[in-house]
Nanobody, 116 residues
């Protein structure tokens, strides 16, 4: 089992920044990829960004150039730096960890609200 604990959500004005953190514990050696997903009210959960254990990243098109995902292997923590936030970024953000066998683990979610 892998446990994921997220932090860093909150309320921010448009154009502002937030950094989300997700600390992994448990069978972390089994993790191949970690990522951030988000779910807005009435919408499906969608991938925002992910990073493999080898450092390969990919992003949702609408966040490219604004969000950066990074991995601190020493701390078993993945970060999502979010800059130039827009109201449409408002959602619950979930951390995800995936094994090579495609087993997924999820964090509890953290609310991000972008509003003036």
């Amino acid at each position: 089992q892998v446990q994921l604990v997220e932090s860093g959500g909150g309320l921010v004005q448009p154009g502002g920044s937030l950094r989300l953190s997700c600390a992994a514990s448990g069978r972390i050696f089994s993790i191949y990829c970690m990522g951030w997903y988000r779910q807005a009210p009435g919408k499906e959960r969608e991938l925002v960004a992910r990073i493999t254990s080898g450092g390969i990243t990919n992003y949702k098109d609408s966040v490219k150039g604004r969000f950066t995902i990074s991995l601190d292997n020493a701390k078993n923590t993945v970060y999502l730096q979010m800059n130039s936030l827009k109201p449409e970024d408002t959602a619950v953000y979930y951390c995800n960890a995936q094994t090579p066998e495609m087993v997924s683990y999820w964090g509890q979610g953290t609310q991000v609200t972008v509003s003036s």
